[in-house]
Each structure stands twice: as C-alpha cells, then as structure tokens.
C-alpha cells in the first residue's frame, strides 16, 4: 500500500461539502513498511486533539491521515448534513484516500463510524486494523435534553469562557490531564458550531452494531478510561467482546479523552494492532523509538498485558 504525498487536502463528499485532512509523513523511518494510520476524531473535536498521538505515531515510522468530521474544524457539513450514514461514508472517502488498507484509530463517535465502516466492508477490504479509542457499539442514545443543551445559546456563550467552559467540560477527562490539555479540549469543543454537536449526538439513536461485528475479522485493539463519564467503561468492554479478534484495555484514573490524557496507550495500540495485520511482531526497541512506556494491562490472552510480559529483558 502507498500512502498518499504529504500536504494539506481537501476532499470532496457526494454531497458537495469537503473535508479537511493532513496527510502527514513519517520522521524515522525502520526497515519495515509500515501501514497508514487514520485518525479519525470524535464529536465536537477536531484534527487538534490528535497532535500527541501524530507525534508518537510519525516518530514510529508511521504515515498518518489526520481529518476533520464533516461540519468540524476545517470540513463542511455539506447538503446532507450531520448523520451517522453521512460520517461513515466520509471515513470510507478518507480511508480510500489512505491507500484503502490503514489502521484506522477512532475515538468516542469516529470510532462509531469505524466500527459501521468496517462492518460494511468484505473481506480483504476496509481497515486492516482497528484501535477504537472511548467508544462502544451500541448503548448511545443520548436524550433530546442533552442534545439540545449542545445548541443552546448559553451553554455556547459558557463555553467560550476558557475559565468557565473548562468547568462544564470538567467530567469530560480524569483529574491528572494537564491543565493546559484541558484548555486545547475546550477550543476545540467550543469551535464546533453548535447546530453540529447536537446533531451529533441526535445521530447515534438506535444504533446497535454488535451483530454486525462479529464479521470483522481483523485485529482490533479497544481502550477505555475507567472514570469515563461520557461513554461507561463497560461499553467498551462488551465491544471488544463483540469484535472476534479484540482486545480489551481498561485504563486507571483516564476519563473519555483518551488522545490527550494517554497519547502512549494509544500509540502502545496501535503499534500491536500493526504487529497483527503485517506479521511483524512489535519489539521492545520499537517501542522505546515511539516514546511509549509498556504499561496498561489488557483483559484476553495477546493484548496489551501480553506485549509487556514479550518486552521484559
């Protein structure tokens, strides 16, 4: 697979809108061809709360695609607006862009769209491996209060309030996130139009994507913060159950913004989702050149706890 040329892009949708995407080189680069990695960021996010995992990924040797969901930061909503169907033909859009065989790495509702993406796609087609980040399949359906509290002019106007936003969005990330990551995950929060966000949490009602799942046939790595208050761990847990080849990771004291608060689990996932799909197993030496301390332990034979116990000296 070829990764694209590196530079700043604009894809066009069906549906006349665009979305905006970083196709981003590697800065080492090993002995071994890495895949493509997508990043695919959850609702009310953007391409930004990427940046500690592109970093780790790019020093890692990994070519990286970096996009905006439709309606946030650089993308457009374009004429069908905001729906769960429209997210996941973009992903597709941006995957076959990739090369058509990346890692696709998504959090909280990207990682909706990755799970209906995959689902979608035969076999020998779509992602070749999975890191869902925060996310679930099935279990969200958010009450109109709350979608409608994301449009409200003053739930807006308090967001745009660094002191005060970063209060609202407090529930949002464990205790130990750095302030100043606190801070990145409001911008981005209160820069997404208000229309978008509650239109995104109006389009996951009803899903369930469990029995679909069980078709997906390709490694898949799933992490959960324990003190997520967004989407409950146990989400997490049953979606990597319903994944045939997953693996589970819950992580002590992270909350639901996992790219920010554990970039180095992210990475530590993605490198053994990597592992899997090419048949070059991860080691030690490749993780140190990604920056990522071994630790997180993982809930099935051959995940994460099993990658630190093959690191040991």
Known sequence: MTAPAAGEVFLATEDGGRLALSVLPPLE???????????????GGSRRVWSPVTDRLLRRGFPVVVHDLRGHGGSTAGSFGISAEAMTADLARVVD??????????????????????????????PV??????????????????????????????????????????????TALDPRLREVNRQVFAGTPPPVRAACFRSSRGMDLRAALASVRVPAAV?????????RP???????????DATFTPLPGAGHVLPLERPDEVVAA??????????QPVSGGAVKRAGVPVTGAADRPGGLGALRADLRP
């Open 234 to 244: 146990e989400l997490g847990r049953e979606l990597a159950s319903a994944l045939p």
């Open 97 to 126: 862009y990739a090369g058509g065989a990346p890692i696709v790495v998504g959090h909280s509702g990207g990682g909706f769209a990755a799970l209906s993406l995959a689902a979608a796609s035969g076999p020998g087609a779509g």
């Open 129 to 174: 491996g999975l890191v869902l980040v925060a996310s679930a399949a099935h279990g969200q359906d958010t009450p109109e209060k709350e979608a409608s509290m994301m449009e409200a002019p003053l739930f807006s106007w308090a967001l745009r309030r660094p002191a005060l936003g970063r209060l609202l969005l407090g529930r949002m990330t464990g």
């Open 29 to 43: 680069h090993g002995g071994e061809q890495l895949p493509a990695v997508v990043l695919t960021h959850g609702w």
């Open 270 to 279: 993605v490198l053994r989702v990597s592992g899997e799909a090419t048949g």
């Open 223 to 231: 992490l959960a913060g324990e003190k997520d208050q967004v989407i």
